[in-house]
């Protein structure tokens, strides 16, 4: 190949390049990040009809929802895709334990309304230690990022599983980790 063949193919390869890369950033459609066709076209959902916000009036609209309503999408951020398929892979993890909603993105009404309601049950001094070490060492340093409908929420199934299945503040904060749902692709704790 000479030189001026070798600068064409340079320059087409670099446009192709370049043209895949705008393509894929301004698509509003990031699903071929996902491998799988069902959870792309799951989080495609998700991702733009969220009803889901930090505030405390939906907080408190929570317990008059009705049992068939959903929690659908991030408060903070827009939703991630690779960090939503890692989320939902890591959770499928904890799939025997039905407390544990299997997608932070799109929770069950009543299923919220339980865990909100667990929050406030008191914990033995053993018991606080596992809780206490998830606060401490959770990616938001807590169950969410705010005191949000979140918090109230992953924070009574923390203690739950606690009571309920004995787990540890390690097996705690795996599943807080797992089940933020601030959206973008990591921790939110500085925001």
Known sequence: MN???LQIAVVVSALFIGGAYYFSATSKAPLA?????????RFDVLSK???SSCSAAFADSIDDMSDSARLIGSCCS???PHRYEEQVTGLQKFK??????????DIDASLAKKLKA??????????????DYAMQ???EKGPCCCRCWRWFVYGGLGKLLIQKYGFTGKQVTEVWNLS?????AGDHVNH
């Not at 990040?33 to 076209?41: G, K």
């Not at 933020?180 to 973008?184: I, K, P, R, T």
């Open 3 to 5: 030189s001026k063949q």
């Open 33 to 41: 990040f996902i491998a799988d066709e069902a959870l792309a076209a």
């Open 49 to 51: 009809s969220g009803n």
């Open 78 to 80: 827009p939703m991630d």
């Open 96 to 105: 025997n334990i039905p407390e544990i909603p299997p997608d932070p993105y």
């Open 118 to 131: 667990y929050y406030d049950v008191e914990l033995t001094a053993e018991e606080q230690k596992a809780y």
């Open 137 to 139: 060492n959770s990616d």
């Open 180 to 184: 933020d749902g601030c959206g973008g």
